[in-house]
């Protein structure tokens, strides 16, 4: 029987005797890096502005960049206009897509924006 194994960029086929392999069809030496991330995902996200900054950051720097009444004025939702805090935006936008988007959304703009503005960037507090 056949027991396909991946080695980084390199796949490999290696016969092993029937009662070594496992259900899944693994080789019985578990070398490679199956079911981890491949090393092309990380460049892929080498441009995402997002990657790596956390929704907390985001809350915190567009409250320290706008204040809650404007960031209330700039996207309409309950928890940034009645008793805003951190932690209530941060359940809030969690389980909300729609709202955690147009937060990121707001972020990135600002992101876009600062260098052409000439105000000092606009970081993770």
């Known amino acids: 029987m056949y027991a396909w194994k991946r080695t980084y960029f390199i796949t490999e086929y290696d016969l092993l005797p029937k009662s070594e392999c496992t259900q899944a069809k693994l080789p019985y030496k578990a070398v490679d890096n199956i079911g981890m991330t491949a090393p092309t995902t990380r ?5 995402n502005p ?3 900054v ?4 985001i809350v915190r ?3 320290a960049h ?8 700039k996207i309409p939702i309950r ?3 009645h008793d805003p805090s951190v932690s209530s935006s ?5 389980k909300t897509p729609w709202a955690r988007e147009k937060v990121e959304s707001l972020y990135l703009f600002v992101l876009r924006q600062l260098p052409v503005t000439g105000e000092p960037h606009l970081g993770a507090c």
């Open 50 to 52: 997002l990657h790596g």
């Open 90 to 94: 941060l359940k809030f936008l969690r």
């Open 61 to 63: 720097a567009l409250e």
């Open 54 to 57: 956390t929704l907390e950051a």
């Open 43 to 47: 460049a892929e996200q080498a441009r």
């Open 66 to 73: 706008y204040g809650w009444e404007e960031l209330a004025r």
């Open 79 to 81: 928890c940034f206009s």
